[in-house]
């Protein structure tokens, strides 16, 4: 067995905190859930996911480490994520009031949701450091290779992630449709969309390594 039973006992508990705690991808499915309802919330929890494993392959390859040790392009994809957030929060703020019942309502869809959610954690240089110094500490490299360890690690962690921001995004788009046909209530869920993607960016920007 590639991972013992302490190990996942110690892992699981430890990744379902770190899924639960808010994050830029949590409020990303929610801004989503919110705009565009369930089904759009709930594939941009699985772009996020998709993101994430396209992450946990990198780091397990040892690019997150590459990328780590290169500030300039750990920069560069911070800055792409930054500016990309902004883009949809101005979508967001500028687009006129809308029914959320009509047919031309300027909603995404579920693909275009997933999408922008892959873009978004693509470019979220953070959850490469993270992945790069959470994961190794449960890697055991004398119970097999260390590379499929890794990738069970990151489907646990991914998994749980998947979950629970299908619930934020879907909850929240609930909410949203509860307020079709009103439209100064649409309005208001469509302006604090745009102002939950300006906090995301603005967290972005202001990180720390």
């Known amino acids: 067995m590639l991972l013992s039973a302490e190990t996942l006992l110690i892992f699981a508990p430890a990744a379902l ?48 480490a590459l990328l780590a040790a290169h500030p300039g392009a750990f920069e560069a994809i911070r800055w792409a994520g930054v500016a990309y957030l902004v883009w949809l929060a101005v979508k967001a703020l500028r ?33 490469v450091v993270f992945v790069l110094a959470f994961l190794p500490q449960f890697v055991d490299p004398s119970r097999g290779s ?8 990151g489907a646990i962690l991914n998994g749980g992630g998947t979950l629970v921001n299908a619930l934020v995004g879907g909850f929240a788009g609930v909410i949203g449709r509860r307020m079709a046909g009103r439209a100064s209530l649409a309005r208001a869920f469509q302006r604090l969309t745009g102002v939950i993607f300006l906090g995301l960016a603005a967290r972005i920007a202001l990180d720390q390594r």
């Open 146 to 153: 260390p590379f499929l360890q890794f990738l069970l690690l």
């Open 17 to 64: 905190a770190l899924n639960l705690t808010p994050g830029n991808d949590m409020l990303f499915c929610l801004g989503q859930g919110m705009k565009s309802g369930p089904k759009a919330g709930i594939a941009a929890s699985l772009g996020v996911t998709c993101g994430g494993v396209i992450h946990t392959l990198a780091a397990a390859l040892g690019l997150a």
């Open 95 to 127: 687009a006129p009031g809308i029914d959320l019942r009509a047919e031309d309502a300027l909603r995404e869809s579920p693909g275009a949701a997933f999408r922008q959610a892959v873009v978004v954690s693509l470019t979220n240089p953070k959850i």
